[in-house]
């Protein structure tokens, strides 16, 4: 079979990523641009970021952002990895089509029917709009991510050493901790970076279910985008794109030695 790429693959791959990418390295060149019109390159400057810095409503919204971010990731982790544990290790139990369901319904749904569905719940509970709205929000949106990669390392996992534990005298809890959870922690931190980078580009969501007090860094970016493009912007953006762009590598590098190292204990 031949696999060599012809002209016409090379150029709709160089044209594909060009129409994704492109926009983004724009982007990022000119936050650098002395200019404050972000169309007219002036120079490469870095006062946009100083600028960034000294504005309080995108600094107190990344601080609303990151809170956020991190709390509803530490939720989602520890909900997704026990939802994980569920799924792959009970079998066949009454209701687990329905717990199925809805455990991976927020990742094919889409965002404005989540969004619109928890507003509507949220009312229904009397619970005021504000900062532990959005966060549970991006906990029912980002717990099935953790479950897909947790789950994917538990089918993996080698249970004679569970079992080897317990014949050795150890209970179920302490073989959890002692043998399960250091094997099958780099995908639970691949999934808790999975979940942190999720919760903090978050737009649709969290512009439903945001009140005051609780303006995140994407809400205050589409904002102010909307008033006419601001070099601040750029900047906040490439800060935004840089720890987002760190966090899906991270979580790729942890689920890949994840892996590999499950293929070393099974050779």
Known sequence: MNRRLSVFNVT?????FAFLYLPILLLVIYSFNASRLVTVWGGFSTQWYGALFRNQALMEA????????LLSATLATVLGTLAALALTRYGRFPGRTLFTGMVYAPMV?????TGLSLLLFFVAVDLDRGFWTITLAHT?????FVTVVVQSRLMTFDRSLEE????LGAPPLRTFFSVTLPLIAP?????FLLAFTLSMDDLVIASFNAGPGATTLPIR???AVRLGLSPEVNAASTILIGIVTLGVISATLLSKRSVLRSRRNAH
């Open 12 to 16: 709709s791959l160089v044209f594909g």
């Open 62 to 69: 990344a601080w609303v952002t990151l809170r956020i971010a």
């Open 109 to 113: 749904m889409p965002e404005v029917i």
């Open 140 to 144: 029912t949106l980002t717990m099935c």
């Open 164 to 167: 080897a534990a317990m014949d």
């Open 187 to 191: 995908s639970i931190v691949a999934g």
């Open 221 to 223: 970016i589409y904002s």
